[in-house]
């Protein structure tokens, strides 16, 4: 009788990232999101929004092709990993994919909810989000602990998302 094979997404997920790529990915996540926070604040309100809006997209990448396609992951596949010595040990890529939706999630609120509610001088819903998404990305660029990562395990710990049927990167 022939081994069962683990379906495609449990495959890819097997081979492993190297945790360097996501962290380096939040590092200029956090940057973009500090300066549009800092936007926000100023009162440059259009730039702010359509800062954040690019942020939006680069963080939908991320989640629906997942963090081996996003373009931070290629930049440092092509010209930062081979700089650097090999990783110590891999990680699933399917908690960073799953930590970039919630950004998205979290990011795509501040677009939508400032374009229908727009506030006076200083956007406060466009400033909010941003600054809940750059202290994710600063944890994460800054000392390695990531709150997407952290609410998807607990997720699959309670059976509410099963690894084998997450999207994966």
């Given at each position: 009788m022939p081994t069962p094979q683990p379906d495609s997404a449990a495959r890819r997920s097997s081979a492993g990232i190297d945790p360097r790529g996501p962290r380096f990915g939040a590092g200029i996540t956090a940057?973009?999101?500090?300066i549009d926070v800092f936007l926000g604040l100023s009162g440059l309100t259009t730039a702010a929004l359509v800062l954040l809006a690019v942020v939006t997209l680069l963080f939908a990448w991320g989640?629906?092709?997942?963090v081996r396609r996003h373009p931070y992951g290629w930049v440092f596949a092509r010209f930062v990993r081979p700089r650097l010595a090999p990783p110590t040990?891999?990680?699933?890529?399917?908690?960073p994919t799953f930590a970039q939706g919630v950004g998205f999630v979290i990011a795509l609120l501040g677009v939508v909810l400032q374009l229908l509610i727009p506030t006076g001088p200083v956007p406060?819903?466009?400033v909010v989000a941003?600054?809940?998404a750059f202290v994710a990305a600063f944890l994460n660029s800054a000392f390695g602990y990531c709150l997407g990562c952290q609410i998807?395990?607990?997720?699959?710990?309670?059976?509410?998302?099963?690894p084998a049927r997450t999207?994966?990167?």
């Open positions: 940057v973009l999101l500090l989640a629906f092709a997942g040990e891999l990680e699933d890529a399917l908690p406060v819903i466009l941003a600054a809940l998807y395990l607990l997720l699959v710990r309670t059976g509410i998302v099963h999207a994966e990167g």
